[in-house]
């Protein structure tokens, strides 16, 4: 079976922020010490996906290469696709087609970042049904109209809509979709629909085929839409909160993929040479703090 690819929907300046972020592109606002980009990038590696497609705009396309490159430093292979509007995921589906090549992918928005302690667990249980689309959802009260999924009492999902329908449910759908190596041929059809209505759409077809799974974060997970500045910044105190006390990493891409044997610490030395000056002693307990492991940590202070 084919491994399943990642998918990242970046670039958009005018969701809501508006004027805050003008002429660069919302995922690379800093969310405490990292660009927004990262947390995304993280949650697909968590995933186990190396290959990842960027979709963003003509007009940022220099920028996000720039902040992340082939991705080869984090144990990734990057790519990147333009399309006039980002947030159109039926359009990004539908031309990421061949980059898909039939795989299952995971599709996620540049601006969600999740975290929590059965967080991961959760994703490898999902990223493992790759015959299906599984969602991730959270009871909320949100003031802003999103998708909700209704569910039975045994956790199945019954209805998808949009919150303004009225449907009475708080079970709000976030911006990661894990999808099935058929979903390009699903999109086709939908690139016509407003951005909010693609996934509605796409995740209904889904449903109406006994195909959708839904996954509900824990109350102890924590799910940031940062496309508002009051969200962006929940979640940079949140990410500053957990590397101060430190606490379990809301995302950490080097301790991921040298876990997983794809860079080495020569790689992540070479990558934080360029940070603050730190002692030799100091900069394990720094990379240690923001998530990477002790192993990791004990291996970077005999090289540095």
Request: charged share 20%.
């Amino acid at each position: 079976m084919a491994l399943r690819k990642g998918i990242i929907l970046a670039g958009e300046t005018d969701r809501c922020v508006g004027t805050m972020c003008s002429g660069i592109p919302t995922q690379l606002l800093p969310v405490y010490d990292k660009p927004m980009i990262y947390y995304p990038l993280a949650t697909l590696k968590q995933a186990g996906i190396v290959e990842i497609l960027v979709v963003t705009a003509e007009d940022h396309l220099a920028a996000l290469e720039d902040c992340i490159g082939d991705g080869q430093a984090l144990g990734l292979r990057v790519s990147y696709q333009t399309q006039d509007d980002p947030r159109h995921l039926a359009q990004a589906l539908t031309t990421a087609e061949g980059f898909l090549a039939g795989a299952p992918s995971a599709l996620i928005y540049g601006d969600n970042l999740f975290a929590g302690p059965q967080f991961e667990g959760q994703l490898a249980r999902a990223s493992a049904l790759a015959d299906r689309a599984t969602i991730f959802a959270q009871t909320r009260d949100d003031p802003h109209d999103r998708a909700v999924i209704t569910c039975d009492w045994r956790g199945r999902a019954t209805a998808v809509a949009p919150r303004s329908q009225g449907s009475g449910s708080n079970l709000l759908i976030t911006g990661l979709y894990l999808l099935d190596g058929d979903a390009p041929r699903r999109a086709r059809s939908l690139v016509a629909a407003a951005p909010d209505a693609q996934i509605v759409r796409l995740l209904q077809g889904y449903l109406d085929d006994h195909l959708l799974n839904v996954e509900e974060l824990a109350p102890c997970s924590a799910w940031f839409d940062a496309a508002t500045p009051d969200n962006l910044l929940d979640a940079a105190l949140y990410v500053r909160d957990r590397t101060i006390r430190g606490a379990s990493p809301t995302s950490c891409i080097e301790d991921d993929a040298h876990r997983a044997g794809h860079i080495g610490v020569s790689q992540i030395l070479a990558r934080t040479a360029g940070d603050c000056e730190t002692t030799a002693a100091e900069r394990p307990r720094q990379l240690a703090a923001t998530g990477t492991s002790t192993a990791l940590a004990t291996a970077i202070a005999a090289g540095a």
